[in-house]
């Protein structure tokens, strides 16, 4: 059974950082274009961040400079790393792997950027 489940979400003051986390189960994340979308409320879901299999990276405008996504294929994981948050931010964050024959989603998780 495919899994890929999300954590590292929570509540932060603006300005402030999170790392989400991506781990991946029977599934190797390394064969998968890798992505973070967000979701913000009562919005559709939305690309923050893409890396695909060589490393290559990227992202959507309102994010750069401030998140990096990165991959571990040892530890069969992906990460974004986010800095410098604002409230629009604020949403639900998924991890998604792609291929052109499969599409696997997590469940999310929230990020709430608030004073």
């Known amino acids: 059974q495919v899994q890929l489940v999300e954590s590292g979400g929570g509540l932060v003051q603006p300005g402030g950082s999170l790392m989400l986390s991506c781990a991946g189960s029977?599934?190797?994340?390394?064969?998968?274009?890798m992505g973070w979308y967000y979701q913000a409320p009562g919005k559709g879901r939305e690309l923050v961040a893409g890396?695909?299999?060589?490393?290559?990276?990227n992202y959507r405008d309102s994010v750069k400079g401030r998140f990096t996504i990165s991959r571990d294929n040892d530890k069969n994981m992906v990460f974004l790393q986010m800095n410098d948050l604002k409230p629009e931010d604020t949403g639900v964050y998924f991890c998604?792997?792609?291929?052109?024959?499969?599409?696997?989603w997590g469940n999310g998780t929230l990020v709430t950027v608030s004073a």
């Open positions: 890396i695909n299999r060589g490393g290559g990276t």
């Open positions: 998604n792997g792609v291929t052109s024959a499969n599409s696997y």
């Open positions: 029977g599934i190797r994340l390394r064969d998968y274009i």
